[in-house]
């Protein structure tokens, strides 16, 4: 099971910590879901969650100060933050008091602050704990932003995944990793791709070497992270082999449960594999777009011929 520690999360989210004596270093976050106590904080605690993180907003922060007395809000605290949380976040600029910051501490239940309102700090909590505590392989091959469309470039060792990707780099295109790319499936629908952090920004080019890509060209030639779009498989020529040559209908790949179209691509001497996966990627973005090419053409002959037969 992946885990991120809860500091990763204050510092990703810019929190303030109201409970700076509690170590949040130790405290493991294991769940995507997060939780508003609204219903809890009235004593209602069947089916709670108490690995989730906690966010109280506004509404909950007034019902305990206003609608309780200080010793009705302390017991409805006390028995909430006693269930083993990983923390608590009170969002609108809503501040907790001193009863509230002492049980805290009792319990040991980090408590932090932030000036996003309720629905903002959830929605980007949820986001960045999807990404990761998304679940994640490893695959050999190269992804690159092209025209803003992830291509994870696949193939065997030396077909030229890394010559392909330096020559995109070198027409205004992004790299985001060579050789390895770590693949997170944030959703049903979303597979992202980064590099690992040792062969961040690096290429390994036979008979050259290493070449650090971002030192060589510039920030601008390198990304950290990117949705995969597209995949494309690097293969020999196969005489035998009969290759789609329309595009009729989509070739797909599974990664980590999700389809990815794939489109197979022979490798031949003189073939500019740098042009084909430019064209591959915009001629992807069209489609997305709702124009197919390959569908146009069949119309155009479908219709030919019904004129000739009239």
Request: glycine residues 6%; negative net charge; hydrophobic residues 40%.
């Amino acid at each position: 099971m992946k885990t991120v520690t809860l500091d990763k999360l204050v510092e990703a989210m810019q929190l303030k910590n109201m409970t700076p004596e509690l170590d949040t270093s130790g405290t493991k976050i294991t769940l995507t879901e997060i939780n508003r106590p609204g219903l809890q904080l009235s004593g209602y605690y069947d089916f709670f969650v108490a690995e989730r993180v906690q966010i109280i907003g506004y509404v909950e922060h007034s019902y305990l100060v206003n609608h309780l007395s200080r010793e009705e809000k302390i017991q409805a605290y006390e028995q909430f933050v006693s269930k083993n949380i990983p923390c608590v976040i009170f969002t609108t600029q809503v501040v907790p008091d001193e009863d509230m910051l002492e049980l805290a501490r009792k319990h040991k239940v980090p408590t932090f602050t932030t000036e996003r309102t309720t629905s903002s700090c959830m929605a980007a909590i949820i986001r960045w704990l999807g990404i990761q505590l998304a679940p994640c392989i490893s695959i050999h091959g190269v992804l690159v932003d092209v025209y803003g469309e992830g291509v994870l470039i696949m193939g065997e060792s030396g077909i030229g995944k890394s010559e392909a990707a330096l020559e995109l780099i070198k027409r205004g295109h992004r790299l985001v990793s060579d050789d390895v790319v770590e693949i997170s499936r944030v959703s049903d629908n979303e597979l992202v791709g980064t590099a690992p952090d040792i062969t961040r920004h690096f290429i390994e080019l036979r008979g050259i070497g290493i070449i650090d890509v971002k030192t060589l060209f510039g920030v601008e030639c390198v990304k950290d992270s990117q949705q995969i779009d597209l995949v494309i498989k690097l293969e020999e020529w196969d005489r035998d082999r009969e290759y789609d040559r329309l595009g009729l209908e989509e070739e797909y790949t599974e990664i980590l449960g999700n389809k990815v179209i794939c489109h197979s691509l022979p490798i031949r001497p003189g073939r500019n594999l740098a042009v084909i996966v430019e064209s591959a990627a915009v001629n992807h973005r069209q489609k997305k777009m709702g124009y197919n090419a390959a569908k146009e053409l069949y119309k155009r002959v479908q219709a030919n011929l019904a004129k000739k037969r009239d």
